[in-house]
């Protein structure tokens, strides 16, 4: 009977190993065109924060309540915070704006275009040389006409102004074993890590270039890491075991939370509305407006009285923080 020693043991176990791994791709493309088939399956999902329900259910209020909303443009929401890695880029996203264009849509809000025109330009200059045919039309070709536009009567813009990566951390370290080095040992490892990011954002009136609103918020982001092992000697084998697990709530999901609970807070005061009467959210109202504010001489509410809400309090509209609405169904008005 052939027998293997322990050398050519490790030697037959690599080489199996290695075997399997490549396995797994290889230099030839399949019928279908393809090397490798990619892994997971997971379907496409929305990607809520836990203000989108409150901005789709002010949509919903100003639209039972016959309210309409000024035109509002977004601009340039740019990343001033300067954080930048070498091998995984910005830290922040660079999308921020989009992310607006999204809250103000869910809200309700009419949108009008000023982020990215190139298209409109570029048919414009088209249309200006009688480039773009119009088979509706006796001459033939586009015609331009004067006033076709609508302008926008806000726009808003600002920046990601603040990613501190690490607020506060703290961590254990624990290792258990007997004296003797052939006893079993394990260690076990715990991380917990504190980060934010914040956000500075302005309400421009277009055609004043007052400034009508300011917003400013931060949310704070957490992190988990945990590992344990265990090392023994067992006969002639040395037993060698250890797993562990991190996990960081998603910093650009914290940014676009951020966003649109400030576009919430926008949306109440361009449906000239109090926040207790929208979906019966936790009403905010008060004296005071540590975040920014509304500038109260100005008509931005579309009321003659300004509703000026106040900002020391940031549940109103979360889903779990809001008291008032956390039992009801989100997305429907009262």
């Known amino acids: ?37 990619p892994t997971g399956n997971a ?41 930048y ?9 660079q999308g921020a704006s989009l992310m607006a264009i ?13 982020f990215d025109t190139s298209v409109s330009e570029l048919e414009l200059r088209y249309a200006n040389n009688q480039l773009i045919g119009d ?30 990566t690490n607020i506060r951390s703290n961590g254990q370290d624990v290792f258990a ?3 003797r080095d052939s006893d079993p040992a394990g260690v076990f490892s715990r991380r917990v890590f504190v980060m934010n990011v914040g956000l500075d954002l302005r309400l421009v009136d277009t055609q004043t270039l007052e400034v009508v609103d300011v917003v400013s918020y931060q949310k ?11 090392f023994s000697f067992w006969n002639d084998v040395v037993l060698d075991v250890s797993g562990g697990g991190r996990s960081l709530e998603p910093i650009q999901l914290a940014v676009r939370s951020v966003i649109e609970r400030a ?26 407006n540590t975040s920014g504010g509304v500038m109260t001489e100005t008509s931005y509410t579309g009321s003659e009285t300004p509703n000026v809400q106040a900002r020391t309090s940031i549940d109103h509209g979360h889903e779990r923080r809001d008291v008032a609405i956390s039992g009801l169904l989100r997305g429907t008005y009262q």
């Open 1 to 37: 009977m052939l027998t293997l020693n322990k050398t050519a043991r490790l030697i037959l176990t690599g080489a199996v190993s290695a075997f399997a791994l490549s396995a797994c791709a290889t230099t030839n493309a399949g019928s279908d065109g393809l090397y490798a088939r």
């Open 43 to 83: 379907p496409v999902t929305t990607n809520p924060t836990p203000y989108s329900d409150a901005l789709v259910c002010m949509a919903s209020y100003a639209r039972a309540q016959g309210l309409q909303s000024p035109r509002i443009a977004v601009g340039r929401i740019a990343d001033y915070t300067g954080q």
């Open 85 to 93: 890695s070498p091998e995984n880029g910005a830290q922040v996203t």
């Open 102 to 114: 999204s809250a103000f849509a869910k809200s309700g809000a009419r949108l009008v275009e000023r």
């Open 135 to 164: 088979s509706a039309n006796e001459a033939g070709y586009r015609q331009i006409y004067a006033g076709s536009l609508p302008g926008s009567d806000y726009y808003l813009v600002g920046g990601i102004t603040e990613l501190n």
């Open 177 to 179: 074993g007997d004296s």
């Open 220 to 230: 704070q982001i957490v992190g988990h890491e945990m590992s344990a092992g265990v």
């Open 263 to 288: 576009v919430l807070e926008i949306s109440a005061q361009i449906y000239g509305v109090n926040a207790d009467q929208a979906c019966q959210f936790y009403d905010p109202i008060g004296p005071s």
